[in-house]
Structure formats: structure tokens, C-alpha cells
């Protein structure tokens, strides 16, 4: 044996690859001594792509080339998501090329000296194995949004709150003052005429975060008119809706 691959994927930069790397040169220090040349792939990809991560089409092109006697992967079942068949065909894309693969989430290894029987064996166990984690995946993910459904339903606001809010320690949406008048003001110049260039330079805003509030008309609507589809953005804009007379510190804004 002359040269292996290892691939590893997360979801997300927060997630350590290192580890997986760690485990999978060990692996094939310990099983595949003979190996002189180590490759690594690695992806940060959601889990919920579907087309695989730029390293991933990278060593699949490798493996269609022979460059590899041993592929280790270490987790071989996160790849039924991308597709139904994807774990059978990438195990079968090996064999053609005479490629061992090494899964080490599912404690397989698959040589294409193997029995055929066996070969075929340990591919649906492969995919079966896949297919589960496919569906604690989704599972989980649902549980997720369900949790976020319900925290909304209770009043409370979950993720990066909009330029201009802020939350407080629960989670209920707030009015910044300065900041959503600051970029009321910056919309209101847009409006006017005023180039989103100009207007970027002199607030401070950046220039994409205007384009993005000024060209959504549901967005644009809640500095401009003070109207918003959404329960806790539309309780929070209470905050700023009255006359400047009537509201707390004369912060009122008349948006009509």
C-alpha cells in the first residue's frame, strides 16, 4: 500500500475537525503501517446540503483517477444526506477503482478482495447504518424548530435580532433607539434620492446592510412606516409608535 485519504466533514466552523483527523491517522497508523503518503479532505458543510462540500467532489474526482489505495472516513453515514444511494455509490466508486474503504464511525472496512457476498453485506449495512443517521438528523432538527416555534409562541425572540433591536436577558425584543433611528434616517435619504454610496459613507452603515433593508419592502416597512408582519418586531415598534409628545423621553416617532 502507497498512498490514503482520509475525509471528514462537520457542519459548522464552531465544530472541531481535528479530532476526526486525529482518530483517522490513527486508525490507519495502527492497521495500514505500510501506508507512506497520508491526503486529507476536509468539509464545513450543513448538514442539510445536498450536492457535498468542494473537498468531497475533490476526492471523489481522486478516486476516479487511482490515486488512492485506502480511503478512511470517519463518518461515512453522514453522507446519505446527500441523496438516497450516495454511501452505495461512493463504496461501489472505491471498488471500481480497487480502493479500500475504511468507515470509522460505522467500524467497517471494505477491501475489493472482499467476497463479493460480503462486499454486498457491508454496503447495506453502510447505507442502512446512513439512513438512520439520516433520520436522527432530521429528527433532531425538528425538535429544533419545534423549540424555536414554541419560544416564539411564548413571546421571546430567538436568533440575531434585526438592526436597530435588541433583546433583553428574555429574550424580548427591544427597540435601540439610537441605532433604528440612525437607520430610519439612512432610509429616509434613500428614499429621497440620495446615492446608498453617500449615504453609507456619512452613517456609518454598511453599504450592503442598506441595500438589503431599503430593497426588501417587508423590511423597509418597519423604519419607514413602523409596520411589521411579525408579532415581536410589531410589539417592539410599539416602543417608537405614538406622537414624539406623548412617548417616554420624547422618543416618538410619527410614522405617518
Known amino acids: 500500500m502507497q498512498s490514503a485519504a482520509i475525509y471528514a466533514r462537520v ?133 429544533i424548530q419545534s423549540g424555536i416555534r414554541a419560544a416564539q409562541r411564548a413571546g421571546t425572540w430567538t436568533g440575531r435580532p434585526p438592526r436597530g433591536f435588541v433583546i433583553d436577558k428574555n429574550s424580548i425584543l427591544h427597540i435601540d433607539t439610537d441605532d433604528f433611528l440612525e437607520t430610519r434616517e439612512a432610509l429616509l435619504r434613500i428614499k429621497h434620492g440620495e446615492r446608498k454610496s453617500t449615504v453609507a459613507e456619512s452613517s456609518g452603515i454598511p453599504r450592503s446592510t442598506l441595500v438589503r433593508l431599503f430593497e426588501d419592502e417587508q423590511r423597509r416597512a418597519i423604519y419607514l412606516d413602523g409596520v411589521a408582519t411579525d408579532d415581536h418586531l410589531d410589539r417592539a415598534l410599539d416602543e417608537l409608535r405614538s406622537s414624539p409628545d406623548s412617548a417616554p423621553s420624547g422618543t416618538g416617532v410619527r410614522f405617518k
Open 11 to 143: 457542519s459548522t466552523p464552531e465544530q472541531d475537525l481535528q479530532r476526526q483527523l486525529d482518530e483517522c491517522h490513527e486508525h490507519i497508523a495502527s492497521k495500514f503501517p505500510e501506508a507512506t503518503t497520508i491526503d486529507t479532505y476536509t468539509d464545513v458543510v450543513s448538514g442539510i446540503d445536498e450536492h457535498g462540500g468542494e473537498q468531497y467532489r475533490k476526492l471523489d474526482r481522486a478516486i476516479e483517477n487511482g490515486d488512492y489505495d485506502l480511503v478512511a472516513v470517519h463518518e461515512l453515514s453522514r453522507l446519505s444526506r446527500l441523496g438516497a444511494g450516495e454511501i452505495h455509490r461512493f463504496i461501489q466508486h472505491c471498488m471500481d477503482r480497487e480502493t479500500i474503504v475504511e468507515s470509522l464511525d460505522l467500524g467497517l472496512s471494505i477491501h475489493v478482495d472482499d467476497p463479493p457476498i460480503q462486499r454486498t453485506v457491508y454496503t447495506m449495512i453502510a447505507s442502512i447504518m446512513g439512513d438512520l443517521a439520516k433520520i436522527e438528523h432530521e429528527q433532531n432538527l425538528h425538535r
